[in-house]
C-alpha cells in the first residue's frame, strides 16, 4: 500500500514519540561504548569539527544577526554590566574626561591605564 507524501506511518522508528525514540538511542550509544566500537573524538578531531560547524553557521548572516540582537537583548538586561561598560568607555574616550588633568597622553601610556584612572580619581578628591 502506497503512502501519500505528508502521511506518516502508524509504524516504526519515526512513529514513536521522542522519548521513546532517545530511550533506544541511548541504549545503543552505551552498547557501541561497551562493545568498544563507539567513536570517541580526540581533542584535535573536536577542535575540528567546532570550527567547521562554526563557519557554515556564520554564513547565514540572518541567523548571525538574531543571534547578535538576542545577546545583545540579554546582555543590556543587567544594569550593573552596562554601567560598567558606560565606565570603560569613557575612561578610553582619551578627551581628558577620564585622566588626571595637565597629563600628557605619552605619561598616560606609560604609567598604565588601571594606575592613570585610580590616580586621577584620588586627584579630584584632593583638589575638592
Given at each position: 500500500?502506497?503512502?501519500?507524501?505528508g502521511q506518516s506511518s502508524s509504524r516504526g522508528f519515526?512513529?514513536?514519540?521522542?522519548?521513546?525514540?532517545r530511550a533506544i538511542a541511548r541504549m545503543g550509544g552505551k552498547a557501541a561504548h561497551e562493545k568498544g566500537t563507539a567513536h570517541e573524538f580526540s581533542?584535535?578531531?573536536?577542535?575540528?569539527a567546532g570550527r567547521k560547524g562554526g563557519a557554515t553557521v556564520s554564513q547565514n548572516r540572518e541567523h548571525m544577526a538574531a543571534i547578535g540582537r538576542k545577546g545583545g537583548a540579554a546582555v543590556s538586561q543587567n544594569r550593573g554590566h552596562m554601567a560598567q561598560i558606560g565606565r570603560k568607555g569613557g575612561e578610553s574616550r582619551g578627551d581628558g574626561s577620564g585622566g588626571a588633568q595637565g597629563e600628557s597622553a605619552l605619561e598616560?601610556?606609560?604609567r598604565g591605564g588601571a594606575t592613570q584612572h585610580a590616580d586621577a580619581g584620588q586627584q579630584r578628591h584632593d583638589t575638592n
Open positions: 500500500m502506497a503512502q501519500q507524501h519515526a512513529a514513536m514519540d521522542e522519548k521513546q525514540q581533542s584535535e578531531e573536536a577542535r575540528a598616560g601610556e606609560e
